[in-house]
Nanobody, 117 residues
Framework: AQLVESGGGLVQPGGSLRLSCVAS????????MSWYRQVPGKERDKVAS????????YYADSVKGRFTISRDDGKNTVYLQMNSLKPEDTAVYYC???????????WGQGTQVTVSS
C-alpha cells in the first residue's frame, strides 16, 4: 500500500493550506485515517483523525477550531484543511492509515508546512 501527501508549502501567519493524502493498494474504507506532524528533535504527534464508516473525528487541542479533517472514500483521499495558521504549526505533516481489522499502519512520506512571514 502507498500513501502520498500533497499540499504543503510556505504560508504567512493567518493563512490557509489544504493537505491531501491519496491512498492506493488498500481497501480505504477499512482504515482509520490520521494526520500527524513532527518537528526536528521532537516526537511525531497526532493532529487529527477520522474513523471509517461513521467518520468520527478527533483533534489535538492545539488545532481545534482551526483544522478540519475529512475523507472522500470514493477517491481514497483524506484531507486536512488548515486555517488561521500559526508559526508553531510549522512541521512535516504525515498521513497515517490504520487498519480497523489488524491495526497495521501505513505512513506517507510527509509534506513540509512552513508558516512564516
Amino acid at each position: 500500500a502507498q500513501l502520498v501527501e500533497s499540499g504543503g508549502g510556505l504560508v504567512q501567519p493567518g493563512g490557509s493550506l489544504r493537505l491531501s493524502c491519496v491512498a492506493s493498494e488498500l481497501t480505504f474504507t477499512n482504515y482509520h485515517m490520521s494526520w500527524y506532524r513532527q518537528v526536528p528533535g521532537k516526537e511525531r504527534d497526532k493532529v487529527a483523525s477520522i474513523t471509517n464508516f461513521l467518520g468520527t473525528t478527533y483533534y489535538a487541542d492545539s488545532v481545534k477550531g482551526r483544522f478540519t479533517i475529512s475523507r472522500d472514500d470514493g477517491k481514497n483521499t483524506v484531507y486536512l484543511q488548515m486555517n488561521s495558521l500559526k508559526p508553531e504549526d510549522t512541521a512535516v505533516y504525515y498521513c497515517n492509515a490504520r487498519s480497523v481489522l489488524t491495526s497495521y499502519e501505513y505512513w506517507g512520506q510527509g509534506t513540509q508546512v512552513t508558516v512564516s512571514s
